[in-house]
């Protein structure tokens, strides 16, 4: 049976995001100037020049292995994800990750984008690169933000040997 924890959505934020923008990027600067210690993207919504995402590779491997695609666009994407915080005190003040997008006692954002061309349709995790496109002069990208209070998710880390880690959510009162 799932681990359950309840909290209530205390405000709900809009941000349009600019042509050229990096969407990552842009995220973690609202999440950082809003101060938001827990919530969820609850919709990405636009058009991207190109894309960066983190996905698995290959089908019925025996290992779990991954790697970041990037997709050129024209490109429409849509998008949800969690925010929380970064607790791995063993990695110090260390990037880590993929390409090195957490670091303790950060914010953690953990967004699924998926992001379709003319040609295909790849879903993965954000990745920084992925770049605002518009025909227009006012932005069409928008992303919807609701704040949690009472309850979040902690992302927890830990260094293993051979360059490897463990990483779990724990579920937190807030």
Do not use: W
């Not at 969407?23 to 827990?38: E, H, P």
């Not at 349709?121 to 932005?139: E, F, K, Q, Y």
């Not at 009472?150 to 463990?166: H, I, S």
């Amino acid at each position: 049976m799932p681990t359950t924890i309840s909290g209530a959505f205390t405000e709900i934020i809009f941000a349009r995001f600019e042509v050229g923008e990096d969407v990552r990027q842009g995220l973690m600067k609202v999440i950082k100037d809003k101060n938001i210690k827990s919530g969820v993207v609850l919709t990405i919504t636009g058009a991207l020049e190109r894309a960066r995402l983190h996905r698995f590779r290959g089908v019925g491997s025996p290992g779990i292995t991954t790697e970041t695609v990037e997709m050129r666009g024209p490109l429409e994407v849509s998008g949800h994800g969690i925010i929380g915080q970064m607790d791995a005190p063993g990695f110090g003040k260390t990037p880590f990750g993929a390409e090195g997008e957490f670091m303790h006692g950060e914010p953690y954002l953990h967004v699924h984008l998926t992001a379709t061309s003319a040609e295909q349709t790849i879903c993965g995790h954000l990745m920084d690169g992925a770049i605002v496109r518009s025909t227009h002069p006012t932005s069409h990208f928008t992303v919807l933000i609701g704040r949690i209070g009472g309850a979040g998710v902690t992302m927890t880390g830990e260094p293993l040997p051979g360059n490897k880690a463990r990483f779990g959510h724990e579920l937190v009162k807030l």
